[in-house]
């Protein structure tokens, strides 16, 4: 029988140690992983977009939709629209008042600018880093890109929330409701694809 070199005894503890590593993985008992999957749970996170100029009289976004997200320059996945607000840009001016003083208003000089804050549902990977899509832990200020048939436009995570039974039912409802109110619309007007009026036009 040959004689094992100092090297073979290295190489032999080297293919074991790989193989414990293997074994560990495939069980899910990786004790080297920072942050172990806990659940798979729906989560609900808002996404802020600032400044968004569109002249259209309808707005882009209607519940119910799907857009495709884009999270750090990665394509991801479509994800539905379960809810949105926004309101026109806004400033700060000063005003005589020592309780007060300064008023926000709408910003005149920009009428076709719009702040939104838009609401997705997905199913995220729950670590004790907080919760994982894609491949990327969502956290407050995240980059993400929103895309759909006529917009791409960029904004940043404001608010992510795991999401409970009693919350999916109202997610449901909103959906349904949603469509209703589509339905509605198609039969008044069906060229118009998109969401509400703004200031009535």
Known sequence: MKKLKPFDYVLIFGVIFLAIIFVLVLFNKNKFSKSPVEATR???FQV????????DS?????VGD?????IRNVPYTKLQIIDFVYQPKKIVIPVNDAKQPFQVIDDYSA???YDFVITLIDDAKIT???????GNKLKIGLPIVLEGFN?????TIANVKLLEDKDMALVKQMLMDA????KARDTQDPTKNSSLKIDGK
Do not use: N, S
Request: proline residues 8%; without cysteine; charged residues 20%.
């Open 66 to 70: 799907e857009t495709f997200i884009t």
């Open 179 to 182: 469509k209703k109110e589509q």
């Open 111 to 113: 009428p076709y600018q």
């Open 58 to 62: 309808y707005v882009p976004f209607q």
């Open 128 to 134: 004790k880093d907080g919760p994982v899509v894609g």
């Open 42 to 44: 729906k989560i609900a």
């Open 48 to 55: 802020m977009l600032r400044g968004v100029t569109f002249t």
């Open 151 to 155: 917009y791409r436009l960029g904004g």
